[in-house]
């Protein structure tokens, strides 16, 4: 089965930047829509950030406009999220997600069928 690979996270100060990627073990999840999730100690796994690719539209969990960005590399399927301004709120181990459709409901984990193991974000204040 095709799996999902994050990197790029690790231990920062608030303020920082950092640059998480996700990529894809088979070609065919190229054309999937991608988003990235988060998921702090003792908290459900949330919603973070969506890219859907037939559109170009993206979408963003309130908490993180401004200071995240979800974008693609076109030439090799890579996933990124750029992540600026780092606050201590924003730690958590993070999940890229790939869905082969875009719902509505994008925010729901249930909607994605691939899921990564997840990179750990510390950030400290």
């Known amino acids: 089965q095709a799996q999902l690979a994050e990197s790029g996270g690790g231990r920062v100060q608030a303020g920082d930047s950092l640059r998480l990627s996700c990529a894809a073990s088979e070609r065919s999840l190229n054309t999937y829509h991608m988003a990235w999730f988060r998921q702090a100690p003792g908290k459900e796994r949330e919603f973070v950030a969506v890219?859907?690719?037939?559109?170009?539209?993206?979408y963003y969990t309130d908490s993180v406009k401004g200071r995240f960005t979800i974008s693609e590399d076109n030439s090799n399927g890579m996933v990124y999220l750029q992540m600026n301004d780092l606050k201590p709120e924003d730690t958590a181990v993070y999940f890229c997600?790939?869905?082969?459709?875009?719902?509505?409901?994008?925010?729901?984990?249930?909607?994605?069928?691939?899921w990564g193991q997840g990179t750990q974000v510390t950030v400290s204040s």
């Open positions: 997600a790939a869905t082969d459709r875009a719902y509505d409901d994008y925010r729901r984990t249930s909607r994605y069928g691939f």
């Open positions: 890219l859907f690719r037939t559109s170009g539209n993206t």
